[in-house]
DNA sequence: GATAATTAATTTGATATCGAAAAATGTAGC
DNA sequence: GCTACATTTTTCGATATCAAATTAATTATC
């Protein structure tokens, strides 16, 4: 249906991706998983198989007939580069072919970096992974903050990197690794982390909450990010607070991102800078019973509860720092709802605390470049 | 890549649509729009000519080089039924091969209607269309409120229909009209005919604002309909209103919707029914000035600019009675937005009464009956 | 232990699609 | 009027995919 060559190696890929998420297992559930003949996808691992990309790993035997002859993939075929952008640091993470964790790196920014400082990180970074040298990087994948231009490869702003503006930075990372530099927004990236990673496994609609130093949400819809026309979908840390607020009061991102809510808990003010590093030692402090959590999981339910009447997900996932309160959190929002809205009859939410730890932009971002990866068999 | 046999005929059923939206016009132009070779392109035309859909019609010379043979297709080749169904009444549509609109036709249900007498206004609406009898019938599409499951071809939930429940209205339609029917959201169906009749012709992220006897969304995401993991996203007449308020005060719809904002904007109280036929009448008399005025304006543009934050569409289409009120209404929530938002930049929210009238939801049904069809050309 | 039943993988001839080249049909410049 | 150029459409040999039949490898049944 389209060019003939990029249909072959799409296909391949298509393959690729149904083994890892275990969607497949062998030639005929592949030619069932990619919709395509028998031949046809016996063919193509054949040729995947004499590439390097597979091998063979014996056989499965079902409740009758002959049984399966089992695929799997070859760890050793590649590896894929995830890093994750922020203001303060850079986190990268190396997955093998077979998308196992196979290292971790974080590297710290100056503290005022301008965007030269910030590309060298990355790079820096992406380098570090690569130890052993004996297998070859198969694709870059990078989780920015702010607005990103997936398709023309650009991170267009950040306010807190000094001449981060349409930076070409996929250009760039493909120049230096020469290979294929998949970019994408970091709370996105963080919902594909779930998607392969996470509990979110086989989900076609469902919310990344992001409660970080800002807010925002990710949605996948129909098994595919959201974006906007805008590349903007998910910005409601800029929604008013209150939400009848008017003239400008504050917004959402002041009283719930995760700075924000571990200073509520605490009954401390709004005002002055709260260290990260406070926030576990917050969160084991933290008084479940108290009217600051009553107030706080009261107002996060609000939120979620727009957010799901309006969506409709599967499931909201927590992510961001708050998930060191434990699922106690998040089971009290969910249990807060039905205060907020009136009719919450045929509206099973769910709302639990993301399993993905810090990792999970870089982790999302070499997913992404995993997702992305073709592979040639000449 | 999917069977081949469907695949040609899915591939013509798209060439139709391409040509219907001017997306294309000739052969080279379809093998584009198609993402297939030239050769390839040209032989689907071939066989859709040789069936009766297409037919050659001149030439259409461009800057340079040879003039491509321009494709039209034959309204006489079929056409589409679409069908709306609400409380009250059924509105049909009908649309010939090349999309234009032939008859409309209206009918009221009893007023306390059971599942069969509806079934059986919708199949006689159906047959009241086809006045000519010289072209077959080769679609029906049928928007119906509340809960639909397309996949299935259910009508799930219908509080106002007796024993509405569970219908499985595709397949007695097309048992008995001998064709496909599809079934979706009247909501829904609305957004799918802004884009085929309406201004949302080229868009891939909108949004319907439904404020009719209740009040919801319908979205088009990445060109897509968002269904949700349960078939209810849009529902927002169940949010709180106001949306900090607790302790089940009251919803959104019962502020915003078309007979509430009517009757605030006539001052009136809550209670009591509005008639519908008074919708214009009020509509004319609306003090566009007024304190009742800006009330209304407000809200809307509180609930307008939330989902534009969060989902980041090109526009919002207002749909529904209150574009009797005329593009004054839309333009003034536009203006008050700044007003609640603190930060508007990078923010061009557009707010636009739907062009598309009454029959914006029978016309949506039709257009999902004739995006589904696919010829045969045996 | 032979045979039937079941499922997986492969082989094979038919066909849909492709890519590239050729043919068709116009404009532009001289 | 002729040539050069641009664009669309068609032609044609090569190839990717399919559907169906065949082979393979196992369990179930008698």
Known sequence: MRTKGADQSALQGQALLHLRSRRASSRSSLAQALDVSPSTAGLHVDHLIAAGFLEDSGREQGAMGRPKRTLSLRPDAGWFAGVELTAERVQSIQIDFSGNILAKHLEFLPSHPNAEDTINTIINSIKNLDASQNSPLLGVGLGAPGLVDPQKGLALDHSLIRNWTSVPITQILSHQFHTPVILENNLRAVAIAERWFGAGKHLEDYVIIGARSGFGIAMVQNGRLTRGA????????????????????????????????????????????????????????????????????????????????????????????????????????????????????NAPIRFTPSTLGDNAGALGAASLAMEAYIPSTD
């Open 230 to 345: 805008h590349l903007a979908a998910g910005e409601i840390g800029r929604w008013p607070w209150p939400l009848n607020g008017a003239n400008h009061k504050g917004t959402l991102e002041d009283h719930l991102s995760a700075p924000a809510a571990y200073r509520r808990l605490a009954g401390l003010s709004n005002r002055g800078r709260l260290p990260v590093d406070l926030h576990t030692a917050l969160a084991r402090q933290a008084d479940t019973t108290g009217r600051f959590w009553n107030r706080l999981v009261s107002d996060y339910a609000r939120v979620v509860g727009l957010i799901h009447f309006m969506l409709d997900a599967d499931t909201c996932y927590l992510h961001g720092p708050l998930t060191a309160l434990g699922p106690r959190f998040c089971d009290d929002v969910a249990a807060a709802m039905p205060n907020a809205f009136p009719h919450p009859k």
